[in-house]
């Protein structure tokens, strides 16, 4: 590890991360013999890769030039989700009400004015857009202000400020500011690995370039996290890593692609989301029924003062099979996952129909939505022959 990590600004409580994270007694150990496996880089990935595979009595060595855990655990999504809870914290003592909405309404509720700029159409564009409707609501209530369609073409300073000049269907605007947050996504961390005398290509953009076994171009060695993932969540490096655990060390045959990955982003409330999208079902050539429960009509959302989150679940026509769900609630994050465990174990709506929820919580907005498909059995047919069986038993 290298002896002058840094955390900017160095102040006492990054001092602490530090001193955790790279503790200044450390001394590297001497390598000893030939390893079962070398782990480069500690954060998520590597480190349940370098933790489960020594777990299962394989020799380990892990390599990291800066701090254990990585970017999630040092100065990512931990330190940002502390950030977003202490914000609301903030809000509620006032009795006010993925990355650069989450920390757009941080910053928010601390006092700032915010302004969040979006290229495309709508914030959140990845997500469905009537989950996105109710955040921008939730935004414009707490005095965000957002401009969709339109594309940042420089920044200057003037004095103290900075001037942001934007342009929209040719219209160009410029908004002063005393500071700009980008949250325009990650670049893979590949520079000074020397892959090429490895034999480990990649693309400087997409990263690491692997096959659904997570092998790299030279068949002994592996990739799992934001190196290589469309899908650049620490949960799903943790997933990533167990792979590479089975397929490197063992007769494996594990496939990324068969991994069903939820995710969520953390504004208030948040938006969780397992599966595909309607659009992606319709474009895979699969016709799709959608059931939506919107939480005005749940008793505890209603009780919580959080009636604006809905929950929308598509799946297959004719079926109870689940092919994707969007969640809009202030815990969505800890609900999707009860979707995305039915979806892993094959088990549909019917199945959820059946289960029983404490009432009343939020997750009953789920078994609503199972009892919506259920009434879609009840064919024409069907109540014909139940009505002539209840009146021939009076």
């Known amino acids: 590890m290298d002896k002058t990590v840094v955390i900017e600004p160095f102040d006492e409580h990054n001092r602490a991360v530090v001193s955790n994270g790279h503790p200044p007694d450390w001394v590297n150990p001497a390598p000893t013999g030939r390893y079962n496996l070398v782990v480069i880089g500690a954060g998520t990935a590597g480190l349940v890769t370098a933790a489960g595979a020594a777990g299962l009595g394989a020799k380990v060595a892990l390599v990291e030039k800066h701090l254990m855990g990585g970017d999630c655990l040092n100065v990512g999504c931990v330190p940002s989700k502390a950030l977003i809870r202490a914000s609301r914290a903030f809000a509620d003592v006032r009795d006010a009400g993925s990355i650069g909405c989450e920390l ?58 900075k001037v942001v000049f934007t342009e929209c269907d040719c219209h160009k605007g410029g908004l002063a500011v005393d500071a700009i947050l980008v949250g325009v996504g990650r670049a893979p961390n590949v520079e000074g690995l020397n892959l090429e005398a490895a034999g ?46 089975q397929n490197a060390l063992f007769v494996g045959r594990k496939k990324a692609s068969a991994l069903t990955i939820p995710w969520c982003t953390y504004t208030d409330p948040e938006i969780a989301h397992v599966g595909l999208y309607e659009k992606e079902a319709k474009e895979k050539g699969l016709e799709v029924d959608t059931f939506v429960q919107e939480f005005k009509d749940l008793d505890r959302a209603i009780l919580d003062g959080e009636s604006e989150g809905l929950i929308k679940v598509h799946v297959e026509n004719g079926t109870d099979k689940i ?41 009953e907005s789920i078994k609503r939505v199972a009892d919506a498909y259920n009434r879609t059995r009840l064919t024409p047919f069907a109540k014909t022959a139940l009505g002539s069986w209840l009146r021939w038993n009076r």
């Open 323 to 363: 092919l994707g769900a969007t969640i809009v609630a202030r815990h969505a994050g800890e609900m999707i996952s009860e979707l995305t465990l039915a979806m892993v174990g094959g088990l549909g709506l019917k199945t959820i129909a059946q289960t029983i929820h404490p009432y009343p919580t939020q997750a």
């Open 200 to 245: 480990v290509e990649y693309d400087k953009k997409a990263g690491v370039k692997v096959d659904d076994r997570l092998r790299t171009a030279n068949p002994r060695i592996y990739a799992a996290g934001d190196i290589c993932s469309a899908y650049k969540f620490t949960h799903t490096a943790d997933a990533a890593a167990r792979i590479v655990i």
């Open 104 to 161: 757009a309404q941080a910053f928010r509720r601390f006092g700032s004015k915010v302004h969040l700029i979006e290229a495309l159409g709508q914030i959140l564009i990845r997500e469905d857009r009537d989950a996105a409707v109710v955040i921008e609501k939730q935004f414009a209530r707490e005095g965000i202000e957002f401009s969709c369609n339109h594309n940042v073409i420089r920044v200057e300073w003037r004095g103290a400020e």
